[in-house]
């Protein structure tokens, strides 16, 4: 079975510092990959997603996630991040093809100061 | 999320008494999802259904816990003699044709066992 190890639980960052929060996957096979949001009392929704092609995906609000597939690695990346980011931040991973279930990490909180 | 709705959004009961969450999502959804956040963790998988397949419930915590979904459609959560550690937010979330592991939260039920 598939496992997601997110390793920074909560993050505190000043406004336009670079963000890069970690997800490491393991699996043996081809994956497709998610980063999902969750703003301060919002419903959770989709930031990005990887199913095959370019290793590099861009999201929504600036956001960029790598597959760096001999790393077992999908880190979410923000040049500069902004107050409006502040909300918990989840990866997650779903083996390829077939009917498989999605495994979530544990989330990771980042919490931007103005 | 567009396209999931659950009820109640808030329920208030009282400890050893039953409770039924329900979800009712948009029509054409591929599989059904069950999550548990507890407050200032994760989100913990509970159960699965994907079309007529017998429902992955490895996830379900104890047997006070079940689920159901009526053909493709509404789905019901319930436990059964309920504890103050089940107190938390319970999450749907669905997956469409097409895109295998894109999932589309509800907004979830916040649930005190007082």
């Known amino acids: 079975a598939q496992s997601v190890s997110q390793h920074n639980h909560h993050v505190i960052l000043s406004e336009a510092a670079s963000l890069e929060l970690g997800c490491n996957y393991s699996?043996?096979?081809?994956?497709?990959l998610f980063w999902y949001v969750q703003y301060p009392g919002q419903h959770l929704q989709l930031l990005l997603k990887?199913?095959?092609?370019?290793?590099l995906v861009k999201g929504i609000k600036g956001f960029e996630a790598e597959f760096i597939k001999s790393k077992f690695s999908f880190n979410l990346r923000k040049p500069s991040v902004q107050w409006s980011d502040t909300a918990e931040y989840f990866c997650?991973?779903?083996?390829?093809?077939?009917?498989?279930?999605?495994?979530f990490g544990i989330g990771t909180k980042l919490q931007v100061i103005p | 999320g567009a396209g999931v709705s659950q009820s109640p959004s808030n329920k208030v009961t009282e400890k050893g008494k039953d409770v039924e969450l329900r979800c009712d999502p948009i029509?054409?959804?591929?599989?059904l999802y069950w999550y548990r956040q507890r407050l200032g963790q994760g989100l913990e998988f509970l159960i699965y259904?994907?079309?007529?397949?017998?429902?992955?419930k490895s996830g379900l915590p104890s047997d006070r816990f079940s689920a159901e979904r009526t053909g493709e459609s509404v789905s019901t959560l319930t436990i059964q003699r309920t504890q103050q550690e089940d107190s938390a937010v319970y999450l749907c979330?669905?997956?469409?044709?097409?895109?295998?592991?894109?999932?589309?939260f509800g907004p979830g039920t916040r649930l005190t066992v007082t």
């Open positions: 979330a669905i997956q469409i044709q097409g895109s295998p592991g894109e999932q589309y």
């Open positions: 990887y199913f095959s092609g370019d290793p």
């Open positions: 029509s054409g959804h591929t599989a």
């Open positions: 997650a991973v779903i083996p390829s093809g077939g009917y498989q279930k999605v495994t």
């Open positions: 699996y043996g096979g081809t994956v497709n």
């Open positions: 259904f994907q079309g007529n397949s017998a429902p992955d």
